[in-house]
């Protein structure tokens, strides 16, 4: 089974930075696809980038292309989303996903971790 556990969420403001940590424990972190996806309230969840495999390329929405950041250190078994010049409209609940390559689904979630950013 893999658990993923968000971290680092909070209140900011506009133009802030803000770093969400996920930690996965239960598989082989390096084998998985991680993703981060976020949701506001009264909204569709959106994806947000995910690192592909492991030394794999990277994905962004194109709403967070050039200020979001995703990194991956496979040795602690974490995925990093560091969130620059932060707007209103990026809060929301953000959420940490894996599967697996051969998938198309991203079937284990963390939690979530709320972000909200003021004006």
């Known amino acids: 089974q893999v658990q993923l556990v968000e971290s680092g969420g909070g209140l900011v403001q506009a133009g802030d930075s803000l770093r969400l940590s996920c930690a996965a424990s239960?598989?082989?972190?390096?084998?998985?696809?991680m993703g981060w996806f976020r949701q506001a309230p009264g909204k569709d969840r959106e994806f947000v980038g995910a690192?592909?495999?492991?030394?794999?390329?990277?994905l962004y929405a194109d709403s967070v292309k050039g200020r979001f950041t995703i990194s991956r250190d496979n040795a602690k078994n974490t995925l990093y989303l560091q969130m620059n010049s932060l707007k209103p409209e990026d809060t929301a609940v953000y959420y940490c996903a894996a599967r697996f390559p051969y998938q198309s689904v991203y079937n284990y979630w963390g939690q979530g971790t709320q972000v909200t950013v003021s004006s």
């Open positions: 239960g598989g082989t972190f390096s084998s998985f696809v």
């Open positions: 690192s592909m495999w492991k030394g794999g390329s990277i």
